[in-house]
């Protein structure tokens, strides 16, 4: 009995070593970073929107009143009346209406919660369009900076319209496209950057169109999806998209510039997107203006060709050779080579094939449009289609990340 108990007893402590050891010896798992999301208060989240407002008098108009404080400052106030307001430079100064303010910035807030702007766009054509939320006037250099200041929700009322074809059968496919934007904007809120708002209202970041851009569909869909985000490791996912992905979509740090390489953007077998009118697509360029695009000099296009590409068939590397000229040169695919062809003359940098086109020319064929990284636009309504829910169409582009409730 006395041999068997100093058995059991040398078991029991040989048990708690290894129990103690391998305590010690194993890290702790990975522990999630506090919830960004719920430390923020992102229901209360403001959007700074940069409006591209480049040329041209510029007209503020609203009902109700307005209060103007020079941002910094409560001190430098005034009200203004309902009506039209001109908003210019004036040496050092903002001036608004007959009102000059001795200020790098201004911000106007409305009681109506909507103002409209008024002026020209680039072409010089006259431009007039609403806005919810309150703006910022700023001033950099020679230029005025015009800036929607709107709360989170609102925004995305004046995206989804822009940025999908508002098919009220498809409206997972919206709701999709409404989770990825809000996510997307909150992660771009957070990145550094140099100015006085934290997204442009284009394609730099998201296509926005303010209250033009709004429908009753628009509504339903933000307000059936509000406070869902995609989350991995309680970390807002970058939601790149784009239109076309032509059959696979890529790893977004292959596709695009400054990407951390996360599993969720690692891309995603798509086989939903044939229905898209720029799956496939086709142009034609002469060798004299690629070379101009591309070079900007004079020349003569020789050759062209794929050097590298991306596991679902995307370039990575495009070498280009002018006559003459004993090598070509090596240019990444996207912004070194698509970019500067034009992305509506050059629709992806899935291309399957390049060819001459007599002497002066070359046809390039390819799948698909945009930078084919995170969520297939025309994917997500092909999923839709097969009665694929949102969640289902988000996690499947973002593999590994999950559609979370915030707020």
């Given amino acids: 009995m006395l041999r068997l108990a100093a058995t059991l007893l040398f078991a029991a402590a040989v048990c708690v070593f290894l129990f103690v050891a391998h305590a010690c010896l194993v890290p702790d798992p990975p522990r999630p970073n506090p919830d960004p999301l719920r430390r923020s208060g992102a229901e209360n989240v403001e959007l700074r929107v940069l409006i591209g407002w480049p040329v041209g008098a510029l007209g503020v108009s609203f009902q109700g009143e307005a209060r103007v404080t020079v941002e910094g400052s409560g001190a430098a106030a005034a009200d203004l009346s309902p009506g039209a307001h001109a908003a210019s430079l004036d040496g050092s100064a903002i001036r608004l209406g007959a009102r000059r303010f001795e200020a790098a910035s201004i911000r106007i807030e409305f009681t ?9 766009d680039a072409s010089g054509k006259p431009r007039s369009t609403a806005y919810r939320g309150h703006l910022g006037l700023h001033r950099a250099g020679a230029s005025l900076l ?6 989170l929700d609102d925004y995305l009322l004046g995206v989804v319209g822009r940025e999908m074809s508002l098919q009220p059968g498809l409206t997972e496919a919206l709701k999709a496209q409404v989770i990825a934007a809000r996510t997307y904007a909150l992660y771009e809120r957070d990145l550094p950057r140099e100015g006085p708002f934290d997204l442009y209202d284009d394609e730099r970041s998201q ?6 851009a709004e429908t009753e569909l ?13 989350l ?28 951390e390489k996360l599993p969720p953007l690692r891309g995603a077998t798509c086989g939903h997107c044939s229905a898209s009118p ?19 000099r004079p020349g003569i296009v020789e050759e062209v060709r794929v050097e590298r590409r991306a596991k679902g068939g995307h370039a990575l590397e495009v070498v280009v050779r002018l006559r003459g000229a004993a090598e070509g040169v090596r ?29 002066d020319a ?31 169409i988000l996690e499947h582009y973002f593999p590994g990340a999950l559609v979370t409730r915030r707020y």
């Avoid at 015009?146 to 709360?151: E, L, S």
């Avoid at 628009?218 to 995609?230: F, P, W, Y």
């Avoid at 720029?278 to 591309?294: C, G, T």
């Avoid at 695919?333 to 291309?351: C, D, E, M, P």
Wanted: proline content about 1%; overall charge positive.
């Fill in 331 to 359: 240019l990444e695919a996207n912004r070194g080579f698509r970019h500067k062809l034009g992305t509506r003359v050059l629709r992806s940098t899935l291309i399957t094939e390049i060819k001459g086109a007599g002497t």
């Fill in 232 to 259: 991995y490791l309680n970390r807002v996912v970058p939601t790149f998209y784009s239109s076309t992905c032509g059959g696979e979509t890529e790893p977004a740090w292959e596709m695009l510039d400054n990407v």
């Fill in 362 to 392: 070359f046809e390039i064929r390819g799948r698909g449009w945009g930078h084919g990284a995170g969520m297939c636009q025309w994917g997500a309504y092909g999923m839709a289609r097969t009665g694929r829910s949102a969640h289902e």
């Fill in 218 to 230: 628009a509504k339903e869909v933000v307000d059936t999806t509000r406070g869902l985000v995609v």
């Fill in 112 to 120: 109506a919660g909507r103002f409209t702007l008024e002026g020209k």
């Fill in 207 to 212: 296509a926005y169109g303010g209250v033009a």
């Fill in 278 to 296: 720029h799956y496939e697509w086709s142009s034609r360029l002469s060798r004299a203006a690629m070379a101009e695009a591309v070079f900007g």
């Fill in 146 to 151: 015009v800036v929607n200041v709107v709360m």
